[in-house]
């Protein structure tokens, strides 16, 4: 016993006897210090923390072969092994910055996404909700993106110096016919979506994937919202009609409705308006919606909508330039769209959908009454096999069957096509640093009795823990369009081949990319007339065929920084193009009447936090856009004035009582720039008309109020 | 025999000391975390708790505070890379907990807070995906204890934060700070292995809230 003492006394009093101090200083390899840096004796209770300044120091009465520890936020831990005796010399420890947690590579190559569920976004939907440039609208949104441009009087999207016809819009994988509303000559339509129903978006300027076929430019991918969270009310107001919808959500599925009235006086009358618009847009609709999750995550939704307007507007009158004419229009449209989506073993996800839709314009030309009706359905069939994380191979197949029907005073045409497309394409990404999208798609047009095959791949490489590089090819076919098909013509599959490098660099809420293209077209659609006419609604009598051709070039550059100013958000894109063709009513190669060669849009956001207010302002420019001057010598070499826009936005986030208030004002064009679109010049060349948009400045304001139901379960 | 019972006996005053050790550091520590209010002074408290993790590596209870500490102290920081690297850590602290105990209210409770400290790092873009597992997460842990007075103060905390039109602010977070005031009554404090944080604060925003 009495030796288990002494032994006890002597340990105790050798311990006293060798306590160790351990002290110096952190910081990171390249010299800054750390301070709040852990240390200490692994397996121990004794450590410190680095003090402002780095530096520390601790004392221990551990002995023997030790390992010290030294870790900090956003550092790579480091141990070192020591060996305690009493005395050390002083330790100054450098710690290597932890790489910002190395993103996987994407393919990025053409398209850029808006996404809720990806943290790391150029872009994210509520960015397209409060843009100033949008006014609510999602192509609007879309066109203060690079490669995009606006033609302030056409409808549709302009994409990379194609036209209108060659972008399509997609819906959860299935094309819409007639995404925007119907076209009135020389008044730009919106498009018939509202954002508020999709959760993410992805737009390719080009070289986009084999899911998608019969756009030689574009694709705007839209994905609707799956399970809508809470059970809610909402109610729009605004200058041009109200707006209701109802959401009820249960455990495992949620129904919604909405109805809508719309009616422009009062928008029209406050604005500037330029066109007589004698019967003001009036027109209502309504939809349904139902979204269920099975047990195992699946997710099936069924969409259904009926939009009907009409509106009557003294327009230009396209084949007399200088004189007006009334145009009136009526018009239904009924969308629908069912999907469903299951992944089975976490190996495989299995996509199905099906869309059916009808569009109805009866027109009114002066004195010629015109009706033009088309019908869609579609289905899309996929499998998405995970071979491992980093492989994946996809197998699918579409079949889409359209028809269209005019109806132009006593004359009718019409045509009817259906196409059947297999594809197939899989995504390697080797150690997360490098990915591999090769796929080829397989098409069978019934209307032309011919196939094609359109290879296509996409490569990405990290260049830097927030850099890389991706670059794309591909070949694209569409039909010719719907004017040609109406009468008739028998016509090839236009073609088109696109190259395209960029490079992406995002950190920390700024981000930048650059990106250049080349595109080449082949066998495009060729009116073989001997004259120029520059009228867009021409009847075609002439010979057709497909010897057209042609190129595109340019560079797209995109700048955003949430960062440096708190609260203050902008982005800057500028687009080069440079593209001529010989296609169409063309008769040389030249560049397109809708073709700028310069665009630039900046886009700016400021949150006022204190009065939960938003503010937001978007700048365009687009350099002047050739138009045809018959006493040019050059064809369609004359230049019209650049177009430049400042509309402003405001939003006002409050509750009155329990319902969330947003009150929100855009003004378009607040500077009222007297935009001259192009010239058209009367049919002895002796008089030159401008083309203005239909509306200068324009004032449009509105007020959201909605009510989330409160579980009461919770409390 | 005498001495096997003595080498036992031994062996058993060691592995209580063992135990009071641990837990006379762990709660010395945790009390001084939770006075302390500047952020360097409870980093350094983070610190010494992740070293008391490292040193009784076996304990859930260990990992628990640390990962505690670490989301506690994640709302004090600037940076916003630093916060999520501190919420990182938090997240690593408390799966360790989680292989060493059941899964039971407290540790839902706290990955709810995980939750709420990524979203409160960037809430613009966060609040959708972060919103939803925070939500989930409390309604997994009022699932298995609905008398847990920490699922009302981290739902009251998070509505306090929200912006008012988005049905935040005093008004609507203050039901559910009541609710949580006698439920921390009942709680006896002062046993670790039973967490019985959150009191203070809650108190504290119903003061805020009654200026």
Redesign the interface.
């Known amino acids: 016993m009495k030796i288990v003492f002494c032994f006890i006394i002597v340990v105790t009093a050798f311990a006293s006897y060798s306590q160790t101090r351990i002290s110096g200083s952190v910081s990171s390899k390249s010299g800054e210090v750390i301070p709040g840096a852990s240390i200490y004796i692994f397996n121990s209770l004794d450590g410190t923390s680095s003090d402002a300044v780095g530096k520390f120091s601790f004392t221990t009465e551990e002995t023997g072969e030790k390992t010290i520890v030294v870790s900090a936020i956003g550092f790579v831990k480091q141990e070192v092994a020591v060996t305690l005796n009493g005395s050390l010399p002083s330790f100054a420890f450098r710690l290597e910055e932890e790489t910002a947690q190395l993103n996987e590579v994407v393919i990025t190559a053409g398209s850029m996404e808006a996404n809720s569920d990806r943290e790391v976004a150029v872009l994210k939907p509520m960015d397209i909700y409060t843009n100033a440039g949008a006014a609510g609208d999602i192509v609007g949104a879309i066109q203060t993106l690079p490669g995009t441009q606006r033609v302030a009087e056409q409808t549709g999207l302009f994409v990379r110096g194609g036209d209108a016809s060659e972008s399509a819009v997609i819906i959860d994988g299935m094309t819409v016919q007639n995404a925007f509303f119907s076209n009135v000559p020389g008044v730009a339509q919106r498009s018939r979506f509202t954002p508020f129903q999709f959760k993410g978006m992805s737009f390719s300027s080009g070289g986009y994937g084999v899911r998608y076929g019969q756009a030689l430019s574009s694709i705007l991918e839209l994905n609707t919202m799956d399970l809508p969270e809470k059970t809610t009310v909402s109610a729009n107001l605004n200058m041009a009609g109200v707006a209701l919808s109802g959401i009820k959500r249960w455990k495992h599925s949620a129904g919604e409705i909405t109805a809508n009235y719309s009616n422009l006086s009062p928008f029209y009358k406050i604005a500037n308006t330029n066109f007589n618009f004698y019967d003001v847009p009036t027109g209502g609709g309504a939809s349904a919606k139902w979204s269920a999750q099975n047990e195992k995550g699946g997710i099936f939704k069924a969409f259904v909508k009926h939009d009907y307007y009409q509106s009557g507007t003294e327009i230009p009158d396209p084949y007399r330039p200088g004189s007006m004419m009334p145009f009136g229009l009526k018009n239904q449209n009924t969308y629908s769209n069912a999907s469903f989506r299951q992944l089975v073993n976490g190996k495989t996800l299995f996509y199905t959908a099906l869309s059916a839709s009808m569009n109805e314009d009866k027109t009114q030309w002066g004195a010629f009454p015109m009706v033009n009706k088309d019908w869609r359905m579609q289905w899309r069939g996929e499998a998405t096999q995970f071979l491992t994380e980093s492989f994946n191979v996809t197998l699918g197949s579409e079949v889409q069957r359209y028809q269209y029907k005019q109806d132009f005073d006593t004359a009718a045409y019409h045509f009817d096509e259906t196409q059947v497309a297999v594809y197939l394409e899989s995504e390697w990404k080797p150690g997360k640093q490098w990915a591999f999208k090769p796929g080829v798609r397989v098409e069978y047009s019934k209307l032309l009795q011919k196939g094609n095959i359109a290879p296509r791949i996409a490569l990405a490489a990290k260049t830097g823990s927030y850099s890389q590089v991706s670059v794309a090819s591909g070949i694209f076919y569409q039909l010719a369009d719907k004017r040609y098909l109406l009468r008739d013509y028998q016509t090839d599959f236009q073609q088109a081949v696109h190259y395209m490098a960029n490079y992406q660099w995002i950190n920390d809420s700024r981000s930048f990319r650059i990106e250049g293209y080349y595109k080449s077209y082949n066998q495009l659609v060729r009116e073989l007339n001997a004259t120029y006419n520059p009228n867009p609604y021409r009847v075609v009598y002439g010979a057709v065929d497909n010897s057209g051709n042609g190129y595109a070039q340019g560079v797209d550059v995109f700048w955003r920084d949430q960062k440096t100013i708190k609260n203050f958000d902008y982005w800057l894109a500028y687009s080069y193009v440079d593209t001529k063709r010989l296609y169409a009513n063309l008769i040389q190669k030249a560049t397109p009447d809708f073709v700028s060669n310069h665009n630039v849009n900046i886009t700016t956001k400021y949150f006022i936090e204190s009065l939960q207010m938003n503010l937001g302002a978007t700048y365009s420019f687009t350099s002047g856009r050739p138009y045809y001057n018959p006493l040019d010598n050059t064809f369609l070499g004359s230049r019209s004035p650049s177009y430049r826009n400042l509309s402003l936005n405001l939003s006002y986030l409050t509750s009155i009582g329990k319902w969330f208030t947003v009150f929100y004002a855009n003004v378009d064009n607040v500077l009222n720039y007297k935009n001259v679109l192009g010239y058209r010049y009367s049919a002895d060349g002796q008089s030159r008309y401008p083309i203005v948009p239909p509306l200068y400045r324009a004032v449009f304001v509105g007020v959201n109020i909605s009510l989330t139901s409160f579980k009461k379960d919770e409390l | 025999m005498k001495n096997k019972l003595l080498i036992l006996s031994f062996l058993f005053l060691n592995i209580v000391a063992y135990a009071q050790t641990f837990e006379a550091?762990l709660k010395e520590t945790y009390l001084k975390f939770e006075k302390t209010e500047a952020p360097?002074e409870k980093?350094?408290l983070?610190?010494?708790l992740?070293?008391?993790a490292?040193?009784y590596s076996d304990q859930w209870s260990a990992h628990y505070y640390a990962a505690y500490a670490k989301v506690v102290t994640s709302y004090l920081l600037e940076d916003?890379?630093?916060r999520d690297?501190?919420i990182d850590?938090a997240e690593q602290a408390l799966n360790k907990s989680k292989t060493l105990t059941k899964t039971n209210d407290e540790i839902l409770v706290l990955e709810a807070y995980i939750a709420n400290a990524r979203l409160a790092v960037k809430p613009?873009?966060?609040y959708?995906?972060y919103g939803?597992i925070f939500d989930a997460k409390l309604a997994e842990a009022?699932a298995l204890n609905a008398a847990n007075p920490r699922i009302?103060f981290l739902?009251g905390q998070s509505v306090f934060h929200t912006?008012?039109?988005?049905?935040g602010g005093c008004k609507n977070a203050m039901?559910?700070f009541e609710?949580a005031i006698p439920l921390f009554a009942k709680a006896s404090n002062g046993d670790l292995s039973k967490p019985y944080w959150g009191q203070d604060r809650n108190q504290y925003y119903i003061n805020e809230c009654n200026e």
């Open positions: 550091v360097q980093l350094s983070v610190n010494r992740d070293m008391i490292a040193r916003e890379k630093q690297g501190l850590q613009m873009s966060r959708k995906k939803e009022t009302y739902k912006p008012r039109p988005f049905g039901p559910f609710k």
